[in-house]
């Protein structure tokens, strides 16, 4: 069965690699030729890191070129070669650990390395057409299937099209969503920025700050710009947070360039991107047989680095719901949890990506910030104690990565438990139905984690407890299922329950002690129940 997805950015080479080992047949229109001259993301989330794994990803990632030896330290200044105001420590790739809660750690992974790792895996299937140069122009949809309108851009040739879906991952601004008549909450324009990437092999040798991966630069005025350490080598990125909405001229980028290194010294400028920052939601991610998914579903500020990871959460929910409903095993009301589950979670990115800007514009300096005095030394040591306080919920989110949950999904079964607040930092796992499926380490070397991301699995945690009748009626729905038996005590004590069905993205569907009501069971976590 065949779906479209427009857009090869990173979600919708996810959606199409998910897709297509899933044995489905995917069209990737491209409207441009691949290359990325602006990289934008390059922190890659725990969880996102999580389907690597699964997807057999994590090597191709740790062997791309990016600096692993660089610590990834946020180092507040007033310039590279002015005052340092405070900073957050954080080990380089080489000598990070995954927490307790995950096999994997978090990545820094530039956009222009870890697309290339997307790509290479998601065009090995046969299955995948990726067509370069293709444009999205319109759609109509049937009842049965979308008849899709391309414009091939060397030709001008126009084409059509037919799919049993159509996924827009275009992007912000995206044509898909505006064919759908979507709206979205949220705010349009944050702020006008400017980012640059510059070539400098030198800098890293110009300053006394020693290795970061970011600096955020102070002055009297407050925040003003970052450079960030892209590719941990000689390559970098300036962001000059608050501009015109035309941007910076030539002239005033070389000297955003030299005020915040403090110095002149030579550079290359490689590339110059005005930009808006938004915080935008769409009221719904899809209609009918057409979706959307990452940029095309919300846009954030990327204080935080939550977009992409956003971006991939969605293209994971959706793909093994539209195999479900390709395969004949997906009820009516199946592709309708998609919205219902991933809409809250970008609402609650977006908001706390808009909330981290506000705390990096939040320094309110005096004028002696600067000053080589008393008044000076003691301004910098408020500045720097204030702001390294505020800065520090960016750093610490495990709650965001992990800790997203579906509590309101018509297609998990929930067992009254409360659900606990959710936390930025601070993420305990649970098997409560619609939360990520806990990770413990089995005997074997694998992780929990590792039994996920195919059909469903029901592990069965306590002999005692009958699996069959559950089984039985997920079986007799077309349902894919596999029984796990485990016995290894961490995994009990993490999963809580006798019986815990897992859904194939790794999120629990149902837990319980015994398998009553197997049925009712089978048919919600299909979503073929009927409506409260
Ligand atoms: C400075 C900056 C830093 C960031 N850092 C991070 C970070 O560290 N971590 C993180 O998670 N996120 C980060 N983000 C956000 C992240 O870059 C985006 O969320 C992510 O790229 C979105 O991926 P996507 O595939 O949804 O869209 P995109 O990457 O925008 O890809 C969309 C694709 O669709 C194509 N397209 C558009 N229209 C059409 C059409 N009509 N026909 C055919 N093709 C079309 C485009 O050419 C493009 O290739 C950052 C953003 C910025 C601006």
């Known amino acids: 069965m065949h779906v479209l997805v427009v857009g090869a950015g990173p979600v919708g080479l996810a959606l199409a690699g998910d897709l297509a080992r899933r044995s489905h047949t995917v069209t990737i229109l491209e409207r441009g030729d691949g290359t990325i001259a602006q990289p934008r993301m390059d922190f890659v989330g725990i969880?996102?890191?999580?389907?690597?794994?699964?997807?057999?990803?994590?090597?191709?990632?740790?062997?791309?070129?990016?600096?692993?030896?660089?610590?990834?330290?946020?180092?507040?200044?007033?310039?590279?070669?002015?005052?340092?105001l405070g900073r957050h420590r954080s080990p380089s790739m080489n000598a990070s650990e995954p927490p307790q809660q995950s096999?994997?750690?978090?990545?820094?992974?530039?956009?222009?390395?870890?697309?290339?790792?997307?790509?290479?895996?998601?065009?090995?299937?046969?299955?995948?057409?990726?067509?370069y140069g293709h444009e999205f122009t319109g759609f109509v949809q049937h009842a049965d299937r979308v008849v899709t309108t391309v414009r091939e851009r060397a030709?001008?040739?126009?084409?059509?099209?037919?799919?049993?879906?159509?996924?827009?991952?275009?992007?912000?601004?995206?044509?898909?969503?505006?064919?759908?008549?979507?709206?979205?909450?949220?705010?349009?324009?944050?702020?006008?920025?400017?980012?640059?990437?510059?070539?400098?092999?030198?800098?890293?040798?110009?300053?006394?700050?020693?290795?970061?991966?970011?600096?955020?630069?102070?002055?009297?005025?407050?925040?003003?710009?970052?450079?960030?350490?892209?590719?941990?080598?000689?390559?970098?990125?300036?962001?000059?947070?608050?501009?015109?909405?035309?941007?910076l001229k030539p002239e005033e980028v070389d000297a955003a360039i030299r005020r915040v290194v403090g110095r002149d010294f030579a550079f290359e400028v490689q590339s110059v991107n005005n930009w808006t920052r938004r915080e935008l939601v769409a009221q719904r991610f899809g209609e009918g047989r057409v979706f959307i998914a990452g940029d095309a579903a919300h846009v954030m500020s990327p204080t935080g680095g939550f977009g992409m990871?956003?971006?991939?959460?969605?293209?994971?929910?959706?793909?093994?719901?539209?195999?479900?409903?390709?395969?004949?095993?997906?009820?009516?009301?199946?592709?309708?949890?998609?919205?219902?589950?991933?809409?809250?979670?970008?609402?609650?990115?977006?908001?706390?990506?808009?909330?981290?800007?506000?705390?990096?514009?939040?320094?309110?300096?005096?004028?002696?910030?600067?000053?080589?005095?008393?008044?000076?030394?003691?301004?910098?040591?408020?500045v720097g104690r204030e702001f390294s306080q505020a800065m520090s919920h960016e750093w610490q989110t495990l709650g965001i990565h992990l800790g997203y949950r579906y509590d309101e999904s018509p297609i998990c079964r929930y067992d009254g438990t409360p659900a606990p607040p959710l936390d930025v930092a601070h993420y305990e796992?649970?098997?409560?139905?619609?939360?990520?499926?806990?990770?413990?380490?089995?005997?074997?070397?694998?992780?929990?984690?590792?039994?996920?991301?195919?059909?469903?699995?029901?592990?069965?945690?306590?002999?005692?407890?009958?699996?069959?009748?559950?089984?039985?009626?997920?079986?007799?729905?077309?349902?894919?299922?596999?029984?796990?038996?485990?016995?290894?005590?961490?995994?009990?004590?993490?999963?809580?329950?006798?019986?815990?069905?897992?859904?194939?993205?790794?999120?629990?569907a149902w837990r319980g002690n015994d398998a009553a009501n197997a049925e009712s069971i089978a048919a919600c976590i299909r979503g073929a129940h009927q409506q409260q």
């Open 309 to 382: 990871n956003t971006g991939i959460g969605d293209a994971v929910d959706l793909a093994w719901k539209l195999d479900a409903v390709l395969a004949g095993w997906g009820g009516p009301r199946l592709l309708e949890s998609y919205t219902i589950e991933r809409r809250p979670v970008a609402v609650r990115n977006s908001r706390e990506a808009s909330d981290n800007l506000a705390r990096m514009l939040s320094p309110k300096p005096s004028p002696a910030l600067c000053d080589d005095s008393p008044a000076g030394a003691a301004e910098r040591e408020r």
């Open 429 to 508: 796992q649970s098997s409560r139905a619609g939360g990520r499926a806990p990770h413990v380490w089995l005997a074997d070397g694998r992780s929990t984690l590792d039994l996920f991301g195919d059909g469903f699995v029901l592990l069965h945690l306590n002999r005692a407890a009958d699996p069959e009748p559950l089984v039985t009626a997920l079986r007799r729905a077309g349902v894919p299922v596999t029984i796990v038996a485990l016995s290894e005590p961490a995994v009990r004590e993490a999963y809580e329950r006798s019986l815990v069905l897992v859904r194939p993205d790794g999120h629990v």
């Open 103 to 131: 096999p994997q750690h978090r990545e820094r992974c530039p956009q222009d390395m870890f697309d290339p790792v997307l790509h290479a895996w998601t065009t090995t299937f046969p299955s995948v057409d990726l067509r």
């Open 155 to 247: 030709t001008g040739r126009a084409l059509e099209i037919e799919s049993s879906f159509l996924v827009g991952c275009d992007g912000a601004s995206s044509k898909v969503a505006a064919a759908l008549a979507i709206t979205y909450d949220g705010q349009p324009a944050l702020t006008n920025t400017t980012n640059v990437i510059f070539r400098s092999p030198e800098l890293k040798s110009l300053h006394d700050k020693g290795q970061a991966y970011r600096f955020i630069c102070v002055a009297p005025e407050g925040t003003w710009a970052t450079l960030v350490h892209i590719d941990g080598w000689d390559r970098w990125r300036m962001s000059v947070v608050q501009t015109r909405p035309e941007g």
């Open 47 to 84: 969880r996102t890191m999580e389907f690597m794994r699964r997807w057999g990803l994590v090597g191709p990632v740790e062997a791309t070129a990016y600096n692993r030896d660089l610590a990834q330290d946020n180092v507040y200044v007033t310039s590279l070669t002015g005052y340092e």
